[in-house]
């Protein structure tokens, strides 16, 4: 696979400071509030269960004692959440289920957000984020229904993953020869968006084709929210622009 390391951003004109707000949320909830993933109550409360979504319930689940090659592990089950469990749709954007998951996610949005919060201006980036993000989870929860098995709907569902694809979504259609510089193997090769991000969105369509077979989501990886954003970011990203100055062409999109 093509890893992104960066982007020309030579034209862009603002600083982007919702992107950055964005990335340090997302690090201090990480950090202090996650434990930097070892607060599973926490985790549990906060996050996006599909099962709480559709049915509008607070769902609690009993601890359990998991089997590891180094012995009984006690995993947390769902915790009480003080909040309405629909707004977890929105908490579980900002939480990570390990250094690597917020590593990975937190690097494309630096990558390619900051060039969308350009075109965009500031608080339409804020609002499209969320947006996307939003829909996302949506995307999860329905898939999550339709096809994976009970038990898959009381599984947790964390991550800026939706909302980034969203971000990627709305990068191939507005830059889509734009350069990006990529890692293959040991080598940096730059390469067009369209290439980079297009092969990243076949590969979330083939893993989350493979998944529905009844045992989808089991890994924990919601692919369906990556597929959601992303067709999110690609559908709404001309309703945001619109009375935005297009500054490649000196025209008000409408």
Not at 68 to 73: E, H, K, M, N
Not at 134 to 159: D, N, Q
């Amino acid at each position: 696979m093509l890893f992104p390391i960066a982007d020309d951003n030579s034209d862009r004109t603002s600083t982007p400071v919702v992107n950055y707000l964005l990335i340090l949320a997302n690090i201090l909830v990480f950090v202090f509030l996650q434990g930097t993933g070892t607060n599973e109550k926490f985790t549990n409360a906060f996050s996006c269960v599909p099962g709480e979504i559709i049915s509008g319930r607070d769902l609690v689940t009993r601890d359990r004692t998991q089997m590891t090659a180094r012995g009984p592990v006690l995993v947390p089950g769902l915790q009480p959440t003080p909040i309405p469990v629909y707004l977890t749709l929105i908490t579980s954007m900002f939480m990570h289920g390990g250094i690597a998951h917020i590593f990975g996610n937190l690097l494309f949005l630096w990558i390619f957000g900051d060039n969308i919060e350009d075109r965009m201006g500031h608080f339409r980036y804020l609002v499209f984020y969320l947006v996307c993000g939003l829909l996302a989870e949506l995307s999860y929860v329905f898939v999550t229904a339709l096809f994976a098995s009970p038990a898959s709907l009381l599984i947790p569902s964390l991550g800026a993953s939706g909302a980034i694809s969203g971000v990627l979504g709305a990068y191939i259609l507005l830059f889509p020869m734009r350069r990006v510089t990529v890692l293959v193997s040991f080598f940096l090769i730059p390469v067009p968006a369209f290439v980079a991000i297009g092969l990243w969105f076949v590969f979330q369509l083939i893993s989350g084709l493979g998944k529905l077979d009844g045992r989808q989501q089991g890994g924990g990886v919601a692919y369906a929210a990556h597929i959601g954003g992303f067709v999110a970011g690609l559908l709404l990203i001309q309703v945001f622009l619109i009375g935005r100055h297009n500054k490649t062409s000196g025209r008000i999109s409408s």
